[in-house]
């Protein structure tokens, strides 16, 4: 295997390519949304991403040249499939997720709704079959042991179908493209990576003075010779040990993104290419009719039943601890420290305190013991509060009313507070 430069890019390097990326996006619109996470995803029993022929002999190639590549990357057709694994550490989403929201399809939503459905690609090991002709044309399909839920993009019009249900979710117009990712043009909802892609330039959106980027050798992926860049963090305190990108040698595409914690063992998040073919997909790819007797909800409706509660657009705890439900909206957000130890320290609304043991009857059980399953009790000069934990993101939620969140250890969330007060 030739030897590849592994110096590291600047800061001015990786914002100059990140700016060609967003300028190629807007002009190609892109290139790769195939199915998550990343997010990404796919079925179990594929063959290994990582082929077992060795790694591949690659001319030299730079951090900069290399993350250059991938913003001057204009594939727009594809067709593969993408497994994805997230292990944050909580309990898994699936089947939480519907006892703890506001609502779900009993309660006059739809199974078949994006928003809802694809919170599920938060946990566990998931298959996806993915396809992309430019950027009007998108198909992301997961695939489990006895149904399958599609996302199809076609024009204007978006359809999504769960099988298992027989439920299909209709949008058109603007509502299709409001309703679902730009980045990549992946018909999903905001901030659902859904391939590696994705991942990539969230993750190159760190690069900075506070980031190491290096290539450290190369490797196959789905059959395909790539390079591996290596993003980590200078600094102590984050929860982030490396990310790994591999990058298609001949045409820029990442094809796997793997994110190892700094605590060490399995990944946190790891999704790629089990197979990828990049000649033009199928015009049947992208054409969905709903079967005989399928329930069908337009998007105007599904809209109007979450804004009258009957169902939640995203996860959240109905009733929990005080101050939760609106506190992404609450003024008063600070950031403490900069780059990978940046912690958010965020007031709650009207400064409610956040009690840490909620009366019986204010949290659902399953809610409660999510809860209390990744709760560690801190102290410090900030007074006393609960440090809710995952593998990734952590919150330090205080009996005064404030909560601290980042991507960043608990020690690290204990030291942000005692320095804001």
């Known amino acids: 295997?030739?030897?590849?430069?592994?110096?590291?890019?600047?800061?001015?390097?990786?914002?100059?390519?990140?700016?060609?990326?967003?300028?190629?996006?807007?002009?190609?619109?892109?290139?790769?949304?195939?199915?998550?996470a990343g997010v990404a995803a796919a079925t179990i029993g594929l063959v290994p991403a990582l082929a077992d022929s060795g790694d591949p002999d690659l001319p030299k190639i730079t951090a900069q040249q290399l993350i250059e590549r991938i913003a001057a990357s204009d594939t727009e057709q594809l067709s593969g499939t993408v497994k994805i694994s997230t292990?944050?550490?909580?309990?898994?989403?699936?089947?939480?997720?519907?006892?703890?929201?506001?609502?779900?399809?009993?309660h006059g939503g739809s199974s078949a709704?994006?928003?809802?459905k694809l919170t599920e690609l938060a946990s566990g090991t998931h298959t996806l079959r993915v396809a992309?002709?430019?950027?009007?044309?998108?198909?992301?399909?997961?695939?489990d042991s006895a149904a399958e839920y599609s996302v199809i993009r076609n024009g204007d019009q978006v359809w999504a179908y769960d099988s298992k249900s027989n439920e299909a979710y209709h949008a058109t117009g603007d509502k299709a493209s409001g309703h679902a990712e730009k980045r990549g043009g992946a018909t999903v909802p905001d901030g659902?990576?859904?391939?590696?892609?994705?991942?990539?330039?969230?993750?190159?959106?760190?690069?900075?003075?506070?980031?190491?980027?290096?290539?450290?050798?190369?490797?196959?992926?789905?059959?395909?010779?790539?390079?591996?860049?290596?993003?980590k963090p200078k600094q102590g305190g984050s929860t982030i040990g490396a990310i790994t990108i591999a990058v298609d040698a001949k045409n820029g595409v990442p094809l796997k993104f793997t994110l190892s914690p700094s605590s060490g063992g399995k990944a946190v998040i790891d999704a790629g290419f089990t197979g990828v073919d990049f000649a033009k997909p199928a015009g049947s790819s992208f054409t969905?009719?709903?079967?005989?007797?399928?329930?069908?909800?337009?998007?105007?409706?599904?809209?109007?039943q979450r804004q009258a509660g009957k169902q939640a657009p995203e996860f959240k705890v109905p009733?929990?601890?005080?101050?939760?439900?609106?506190?992404?909206?609450?003024?008063?957000?600070?950031?403490?420290?900069?780059?990978?130890?940046?912690?958010?320290?965020?007031?709650?609304?009207?400064?409610?305190?956040?009690?840490?043991?909620?009366?019986?009857?204010?949290?659902?059980?399953?809610?409660?013991?999510?809860?209390?399953?990744?709760?560690?009790?801190?102290?410090?000069?900030?007074?006393?509060?609960t440090v809710f934990k995952t593998r990734l993101v952590n919150a330090l939620m205080t009996d005064d009313g404030k909560v601290y969140v980042g991507l960043v250890t608990k020690d690290a969330l204990v030291r942000a507070a005692n320095s804001a007060n």
């Not at 110096?7 to 790769?32: F, K, L, N, S």
């Not at 709704?113 to 809802?116: L, M, S």
């Not at 079967?291 to 809209?303: F, H, I, M, N, Q």
């Open 1 to 36: 295997m030739a030897p590849n430069d592994s110096a590291e890019t600047t800061g001015d390097a990786a914002d100059e390519a990140t700016g060609t990326m967003a300028g190629r996006r807007r002009a190609a619109r892109y290139v790769v949304p195939v199915a998550v």
């Open 87 to 106: 292990d944050l550490g909580i309990p898994s989403l699936g089947g939480l997720a519907g006892s703890l929201a506001q609502g779900d399809g009993a």
């Open 113 to 116: 709704d994006p928003q809802e």
């Open 132 to 143: 992309a002709d430019g950027p009007d044309k998108q198909r992301v399909s997961i695939l």
């Open 192 to 231: 659902v990576p859904t391939t590696p892609k994705a991942f990539a330039e969230e993750a190159l959106k760190t690069a900075g003075p506070t980031t190491s980027v290096t290539v450290d050798g190369t490797a196959q992926v789905a059959g395909r010779d790539a390079y591996k860049l290596v993003i």
């Open 288 to 304: 969905f009719t709903p079967p005989k007797g399928a329930k069908v909800t337009e998007a105007d409706d599904a809209k109007a």
């Open 319 to 385: 009733g929990g601890p005080a101050g939760l439900d609106g506190l992404a909206g609450g003024k008063g957000v600070k950031v403490i420290g900069e780059g990978w130890s940046a912690v958010a320290e965020i007031e709650a609304p009207g400064g409610r305190a956040v009690p840490t043991s909620p009366k019986s009857g204010d949290v659902p059980p399953a809610a409660q013991q999510f809860l209390d399953s990744f709760g560690d009790k801190v102290t410090g000069k900030f007074g006393s509060g």
